[in-house]
């Protein structure tokens, strides 16, 4: 490839920025790495994802445990004919290393990145492990913002090509008071999220009342919501859920139909497809995330169902 070609490789979009700016609602899903080095198991979600989902999110060490790279998952991901969305957590890097990867994922044609904190060492299988932490979320949204922007590092010094990137960050609609987790929103779009996945979403009442508070300022206009969907598998999963991820509000109904579900797969499947039928006439969100934990299969069965496709989206404009 030429100089030329690869400036312009570089200035190219992401699919999935094209979609949601297309107006689509957009679909999302999850890639765990491997705690091994055998690229098959990446492989074989990528290819489950590859005709269902407009990107997938790729975890960086999720709970703090080692996996294999999510900058090197991510490369798989794309050579099976997915859109990766690489995860880049702050537990494990300063500055240094998050700008170099930054450029390392555009150079290797990556244009989706999610910023997020990542879980502390002591809960993962390094216990010993130092945290880095070296950069807040919101300033590492605003130091990827003003390398894509401007192509200046935090430090001042020009890059040559600066990378395309689409810029995403999580959020926690049940974080606390929704006013609380509301400004927490607020302060990753203004650092420069372009687009935002939140925690697992099954409490629609209460999630409506957080996008009220996002609509009241606008802020839907300025950020793409993407709202979290987790398929619950069993009335064990359910109350897991329910008693020990913090932010996620599984109400009684939802618990009880589980666990007096004969076939709670079944039950799991039509909860998540409601939910996301639900969600879609939501004003401001604008697709779903939707996580199938030990679960893939379930993901293209709730894309059919919910009638999210058909892909690809022939609608979606060229760069």
């Given at each position: 490839?030429?100089a ?14 094209r979609?949601?700016s297309?107006?689509h609602f957009?679909?999302?899903?999850e890639?765990?790495p ?13 290819a489950?994802?590859?005709?269902t ?10 709970r ?11 490369v798989?991901a ?6 990766p969305v690489?995860?880049l ?10 700008q ?5 994922a555009?150079?290797?044609?990556i244009?989706?990145?999610l ?11 390094e216990?010993?492990?130092a945290?880095?932490y070296?950069l ?11 390398l894509?922007d ?10 040559d090509?600066p990378?395309?990137?689409f810029?995403?960050?999580?959020a ?12 927490n ?12 996945q939140?925690?697992?979403?099954y ?18 206009e ?9 398929p619950?598998r069993s009335?064990?999963?359910?109350h ?12 009684r ?7 007096s579900?004969?076939d709670?797969?079944?039950e ?10 639900t969600?879609?006439?939501i ?8 996580m199938?934990v ?14 999210l ?6 609608a979606?404009?060229?760069?």
């Amino acid at each position: 490839m030429g100089a030329e070609a690869t400036v312009r490789s570089q200035r190219a979009g992401s699919r999935l920025e094209r979609v949601l700016s297309d107006g689509h609602f957009a679909v999302t899903a999850e890639i765990a790495p491997p705690g091994s080095a055998d690229p098959m198991e990446v492989r074989r979600i990528a290819a489950l994802f590859r005709d269902t989902t407009d990107a997938c999110n790729v975890t960086d060490c999720q709970r703090a445990m080692v996996r294999m790279s999510a900058l090197a998952a991510a490369v798989l991901a794309a050579q099976e004919g997915v859109e990766p969305v690489l995860q880049l957590v702050l537990r494990d890097r300063n500055r240094i290393a998050l700008q170099a990867d930054l450029l390392g994922a555009a150079a290797l044609g990556i244009r989706n990145v999610l910023c997020l904190r990542g879980d502390p060492p002591h809960v993962g299988n390094e216990r010993g492990a130092a945290g880095v932490y070296d950069l807040s979320t919101e300033e590492f949204l605003s130091t990827a913002r003003e390398l894509r922007d401007q192509g200046t590092l935090r430090g001042g010094d020009r890059v040559d090509v600066p990378p395309r990137l689409f810029l995403g960050a999580t959020a926690n609609p049940f974080a606390g008071p929704p006013e609380e987790s509301f400004a927490n929103l607020r302060g990753k779009v203004t650092a420069g999220a372009d687009f935002v996945q939140t925690q697992a979403i099954y409490d629609l009442e209460r999630f409506e009342e957080w996008m009220r508070l996002v609509r009241k300022e606008w802020l839907h206009e300025h950020v793409h919501i993407l709202a979290g969907v987790i398929p619950l598998r069993s009335a064990r999963m359910a109350h897991f859920m329910a008693e020990k991820v913090p932010g996620v509000v599984v109400p009684r109904d939802l618990l009880h139909r589980m666990s007096s579900a004969a076939d709670p797969r079944a039950e799991g499947h039509r909860i998540a497809l409601r939910t996301i039928q639900t969600l879609q006439a939501i004003e401001g969100v604008h697709g779903v995330h939707l996580m199938a934990v030990n679960w893939e299969e379930a993901v293209p069965a709730l894309v059919r169902d919910a009638g999210l496709g058909p892909w690809p989206r022939a609608a979606v404009s060229p760069t």
